[in-house]
Nanobody, 116 residues
């Protein structure tokens, strides 16, 4: 059974940090590129960060460059998103995504709220 389970979300003040984790199971994790998406209320889901299956290449949305870092541990079937200098506009539901060609798998999401 394919599963992506996110954790680490919560309420944080502007300027604070959070580390999101995503645990994968039920598929060959090391064969998939992994992504983090987010969706704010009333807005479309957007790509925040991505990492290739080996971890050799990463990409980021312009809005998070220099503040967020995506990483993965293929031995543990885990992907992470370190989020620093958080802003209120980073608020949203964050989703873990596994992608291989036409195959796309999603987790249930973890809520991140940045507010004073």
């Amino acid at each position: 059974q394919v599963q992506l389970v996110e954790s680490g979300g919560g309420l944080v003040q502007p300027g604070g940090s959070l580390r999101l984790s995503c645990r994968a199971s039920g598929f060959t994790f090391s064969g998939y590129a992994m992504n983090w998406y987010r969706q704010a209320p009333g807005k479309e889901r957007e790509l925040v960060a991505g990492i290739t299956n080996t971890g050799g290449i990463t990409n980021y949305a312009d809005s998070v460059k220099g503040r967020f870092t995506i990483s993965r541990d293929n031995a543990k079937n885990m992907v992470y998103l370190q989020m620093n200098s958080l802003k209120p506009e980073d608020t949203g539901m964050y989703y873990c995504n596994a992608k291989l060609l036409y195959i796309s798998k999603w987790g249930q999401g973890t809520q991140v709220t940045v507010s004073s």
